[in-house]
């Protein structure tokens, strides 16, 4: 099974972060919007899309990327985020936020089969003069559960 992942990580590096976990698992291409080409992609089996939450949406560059593909047959894809919300935020709002760009995937005939998202370092707005919020995250908890979703995507990505 080839793999890619297409990641935007614009600010602190959090999306990033999980991304290169998840390339590390699944020996992925880990890859920006810009190298995505409808060409290099028809070359994966399992592709990943993540950025971080804007607005409770992905990087509207990743969206557009998924509005440019073309419809496509067999392959497998899945959805990851980072946010700079509580946890508890992030669990109750991750369907919602990763609604669009599912909904995009499914069009194309991407058969989603997994979605993950997880706290990341936030500067923005007023966090900014109080030093940043989610200090540390993506952190070693995160990442370990990131791990785990990467192997059971192995798995899935089989079926």
Not at 127 to 132: N, P, V
Not at 142 to 154: M, Q
Request: aromatic share 10%; net charge positive.
């Amino acid at each position: 099974m080839k793999s890619a992942l297409i990641c935007v990580s614009t600010h602190h590096g959090n999306t990033e972060k999980i991304a290169r976990v998840m390339a590390d698992v699944l020996e992925a291409r880990l890859l920006r919007p810009g190298e995505a080409t409808t060409e290099v992609l028809s070359e994966f089996d399992l592709l990943g899309f993540g950025s971080g939450i804007y607005y409770s949406k992905h990087h509207k560059t990743l969206l557009n990327l998924v509005s440019r593909l073309p419809v496509v047959k067999n392959k497998k894809a899945f959805v990851f985020s980072t946010a700079g919300v509580s946890d508890r935020l992030v669990e109750k709002n991750r369907t919602k936020n990763h609604k669009a760009l599912m909904d995009k995937l499914a069009e194309k005939g991407f058969n989603v089969i997994g979605e993950f998202s997880c706290c990341g370092y936030m500067t923005w707005a007023y966090y900014r003069f109080l030093g940043g919020r989610n200090n540390g995250r993506p952190n070693k908890d995160d990442l370990k559960r990131v791990w785990e979703f990467a192997e059971s995507l192995k798995v899935k990505a089989q079926e």
